[in-house]
Nanobody, 123 residues
Framework: QVQLAESGGGLVQAGGSLRLSCVAS????????MGWFRQAPGGERMFVAA???????YYADSVKGRFTISRDNAKNTVDLQMNSLKYEDTAVYYC?????????????????WGRGTQVTVSS
């Protein structure tokens, strides 16, 4: 069982930056692939970024070049650095963990989810 807790959300002006962090419980964090997803009001949960257990990274086209995902296995954390934020980045951001085989873009591949953190970008 893994428990995930996100932090770092907030209100920021367009063009600004935020850093989201997700801390995981459990002693096997390093063996999990980790992902960030987001969900805007009335929308579906969408893939943002993922990092494998060997730190291969993947990004949605909409955030490539602006967002960076990283992990610290010693601290059981995965971070999402978000730069050059746009109004359309406004959403609740969720951290997720996947064990075993997974497809990084598919929310159904992930076994554990945090409760989310709100990111609001003002135009």
């Amino acid at each position: 069982q893994v428990q995930l807790a996100e932090s770092g959300g907030g209100l920021v002006q367009a063009g600004g930056s935020l850093r989201l962090s997700c801390v995981a419980s459990g002693r096997t964090f390093s063996s999990y692939a980790m992902g960030w997803f987001r969900q805007a009001p009335g929308g579906e949960r969408m893939f943002v970024a993922a990092i494998s257990w060997i730190s291969s990274t993947y990004y949605a086209d909409s955030v490539k070049g602006r967002f960076t995902i990283s992990r610290d296995n010693a601290k059981n954390t995965v971070d999402l650095q978000m730069n050059s934020l746009k109004y359309e980045d406004t959403a609740v951001y969720y951290c997720a963990a996947a064990s075993g085989s997974y497809y990084y873009r598919d929310p159904g591949s992930y076994d554990y989810w945090g409760r989310g953190t709100q990111v609001t970008v003002s135009s």
